[in-house]
């Protein structure tokens, strides 16, 4: 799954699925195209030079290197990537400045060790590794995968060390660096015989299952159907609920509008202020606002430090790491807000157990009958079809919809986001396939809660006309009277029967 998020709301009409998008290859640069190559130089060799600008330059003095390290270069001579004969038509040596180019600049060539340590952007795509593996013609003359690189973009390895985590797992921490050799040699670090022991130097506890979860092998139905077919639905989901709510949104502004222009005469429906001073019906106690004060901060936390994960590269997300304090506060403060929403959700939860223990009611926000309805007659009305909107219950169908999501949103984030706190723990009670799952739909439900949030919810209760800016219930607990007369006709009118309503 590729993730790129830089405009969210922009991106769930586009592509509604939280994906990275992938970078291209290297490009060839324009150096290489300048210099001399020597005599015999190959394709291949060609390319892997035209990564790297300097290499011709320097190549000169590229023995020097074996003076201080030969068993460095005696390690890449018979790994795989000195076996493949990689420029040969170049001094020896030269194979080292394809690695340590990014960090061993030479600055005077006749004084090899005049060299200096240079401060790069820590944003991993720049590694050697990626440069080469990415290149189609190299990876058409050894045959391996050229998708490699920015499939490891996509991974949760790649975005911590693009915001600066320094425990953050580059190519050479799991492949090795000098002495790298196939994936299929049982000496590889990443064989499935090593792998594990790799995993468990920054997981503790991570046994084969967990080791079995993390590869480069692209998302297709063939290769991953289970986790295609999972980000599949969500998109399907994620850009039908951004329709039909963006549709309904649209709808009652323009309902709202032809209301408005429209003759006071002809005007159903139209609450009166009534004279006197202004009288107010409770609305949520005190209690209810709490829970929903601690639900409203830890999404509003988690969507703001999960952002620069989602999208790492950006400015804002290096930004937003600095200002919180670095990749692994950032870390702390995300799972801490998570924590908060289980709680909150949790409490809630048995509230609503004890409720109906005591009373033996289902609580009012319970999707009825009547729901169905009142979204037909809401249907007619936008459409003209009916004089008024109709009479709302204590909860209308727009709000009902509202508190489900959340129950929706706390179950697939809360839970995913325990399997990717504690993966190791995981490993040892549910199959791979519960980690790598849980990675798709931490993400994708994070999209599809933040747009319902930011868009749907923002609209009801803070921007719909005759609200704005806000509906004050949620922090007073209180409604005004004739407001809730208007927007709640229906259970004003099954109170008025039962004498609980005092006009």
Known sequence: ?????????????????????????????????????????????????????????????????????????????????????????????????????????????????NFQLETFSNVPHELACMRCHADATVAKAFGFPPHVPSEYEQSIHYRKAAIGEAKAPLCFDCHGAHNIVRVENPSSPVHEAQRVKVCAQCHPGANATFASVFDHTPIGPEEKPLEYWVIVIFKILTLGTFMALGLFILLDVMATIRQAIMPKSKRPHEHAKKEGPQQFVERLPFHLRLQHFLMLSSVITLVITAWPLLSPESSVSQALTRMLGGAHMLAMIHRTAGFIMIGDFIYHVVFLYLRFRAGGRFHPMTPMPKDIFDLKDMIFFFFGLRDKRPDFDQFAFHEKFDYWAVFWGVAMMGGSGLVLTFPTVTAHLLPGWAIKLSNIIHADEALLAAMVLFIWHFYNVHLKPGIFPMNWAWLTGRMKKDLYEHEHAGHVEKLRKQGKWKD
């Open 1 to 113: 799954m590729k993730h790129s998020i830089h405009l969210l709301f922009t991106l769930a009409l586009l592509a509604p699925s939280l994906t990275f998008a992938s970078k291209p290859a290297a490009a060839p640069s324009p150096s290489a195209k300048q210099v001399n190559l020597p005599a015999g130089t190959n394709d291949v060799d060609s390319a892997i030079i035209s990564h790297f600008e300097n290499i011709v330059d320097h190549s000169r003095i590229a023995g020097k290197c074996l003076n201080c390290h030969p068993n460095q270069f005696r390690d890449v001579s018979s790994s795989i990537h000195g076996k493949a004969g990689l420029l040969k038509t170049l001094p020896e040596g030269s194979l080292c400045l394809t690695c340590h180019e990014m960090n061993h600049i030479v600055k005077d060539p006749l004084k090899i060790q």
